[in-house]
């Protein structure tokens, strides 16, 4: 079974600009998370979908937004950028994100640079 | 809140010797407990988790982790560390009866293996 794929893998941008960032789950896995990774702050929750709903969601400004697609493909993009932007994103996948046996699987992340 | 605590933040050991990560978190119930680890330029790879039974848990690659409730605290073990096993380590809580999606993180453990 293929594992979490997230694409792109590296990705440049200026300051203002927007970006978006892809995400596939297993296959069969319909929650699909994502977390920033940075030096300074670590690695932190953004938000979770599940059934094209998102059901949960951390700390982070409105320019941080995401959406889930019927087939559980996840997209997170990030208006007017900010240097403090520069990070890895990671997307997780689990079969329903709930009760004792799930279990969230990583992809190789994306590395935003924002210049 | 609940909050996970790595207070090592570099650990250097020399290959074939035995290593102990820590990790104490902070929560108002028994949560889920993970670890992950990550080698450069990766996404996380699970090593073991915890969520009832059993305190001993096994994990993949030789690692163990034992859940101690009075010390709040899950540590990683294993007893003869390999060169590859550089790399660094994540102790991670998710809340129980909720989803298991949203989880709480540790600043992380960087692992150095000496040969």
Known sequence: ?115 | AQSVTQPDIHITVSEGASLELRCNYSYGATPYLFWYVQSPGQGLQLLLKYFSGDTLVQGIKGFEAEFKRSQSSFNLRKPSVHWSDAAEYFCAVGPKGGTASKLTFGTGTRLQVTL
């Open chain 1, 1 to 115: 079974k293929a594992g979490v794929t997230q694409t792109p893998r590296y990705l440049i941008k200026t300051r203002g600009q927007q970006v978006t960032l892809s995400c596939s789950p297993i296959s069969g896995h319909r929650s699909v998370s994502w977390y920033q990774q940075t030096p300074g702050q670590g690695l932190q929750f953004l938000f979770e979908y599940f059934s094209e709903t998102q059901r949960n969601k951390g700390n982070f400004p409105g320019r941080f937004s995401g959406r889930q697609f019927s087939n559980s493909r996840s997209e997170m993009n990030v208006s007017t950028l900010e240097l403090g932007d520069s990070a890895l994103y990671l997307c997780a996948s689990s079969p329903t994100g709930t009760g004792g046996s799930d279990t969230q699987y990583f992809g190789p992340g994306t590395r935003l640079t924002v210049l």
